[in-house]
């Protein structure tokens, strides 16, 4: 069976890998419109999230963050801890970028933490290393 979710998802990375963000902007936004319309907020967390670091990658970093904060919602909504840490070591990130180093430190702190509790080791020491910097960004 043909999943269109999976294939807009695999083309928009092809997109991205290439350097072609606003075509794959584009197909991540129609899978955002199935998701809403299937109800899978699974799924659409996963989508605002890959938009958002697309966003990133722009500078538009208030963009990024605000759809970080809705898939954050999501996840916490669904008690997704895997989505849940992801989002928020990119919204730390994102803090990073801005200034706002106390804030990206406190949802990193977060995010290692939901990572570690559930035993997603891989992705614990992921975000190990962006925790450690900033930690010491925060504190000089």
Do not use: W
């Given at each position: 069976?043909?999943?269109?979710?999976?294939s807009l998802?695999?083309?928009?990375?092809?997109?991205y890998?290439?350097?072609?963000?606003?075509?794959?902007?584009?197909l991540l936004?129609?899978?955002?419109?199935i998701?809403h319309?299937l109800?899978?907020?699974?799924g659409l967390?996963?989508t605002?999230g890959?938009q958002?670091?697309?966003l990133?990658?722009r500078?538009k970093?208030d963009?990024?963050t605000a759809?970080?904060?809705?898939?954050?919602q999501?996840s916490?909504?669904?008690?997704n801890?895997?989505?849940?840490a992801?989002?928020l070591?990119?919204q730390?990130?994102?803090?990073?970028?801005?200034?706002?180093l106390q804030e990206g430190?406190t949802?990193?702190k977060?995010?290692?933490r939901?990572?570690?509790?559930h035993?997603?080791?891989?992705?614990?020491?992921?975000i190990a290393?962006i925790?450690?910097?900033l930690?010491?960004?925060?504190?000089?």
């Amino acid at each position: 069976m043909f999943n269109l979710e999976a294939s807009l998802v695999n083309q928009a990375g092809i997109l991205y890998q290439r350097g072609q963000l606003d075509e794959a902007i584009v197909l991540l936004k129609e899978k955002e419109q199935i998701c809403h319309q299937l109800g899978n907020m699974d799924g659409l967390s996963t989508t605002l999230g890959n938009q958002a670091l697309i966003l990133k990658d722009r500078g538009k970093l208030d963009e990024a963050t605000a759809l970080l904060k809705e898939a954050e919602q999501i996840s916490r909504q669904l008690s997704n801890p895997n989505m849940l840490a992801i989002s928020l070591i990119n919204q730390a990130l994102c803090c990073k970028e801005m200034g706002s180093l106390q804030e990206g430190f406190t949802r990193a702190k977060e995010a290692h933490r939901l990572a570690t509790q559930h035993g997603y080791a891989s992705l614990a020491s992921q975000i190990a290393p962006i925790l450690d910097s900033l930690r010491h960004a925060a504190q000089e």
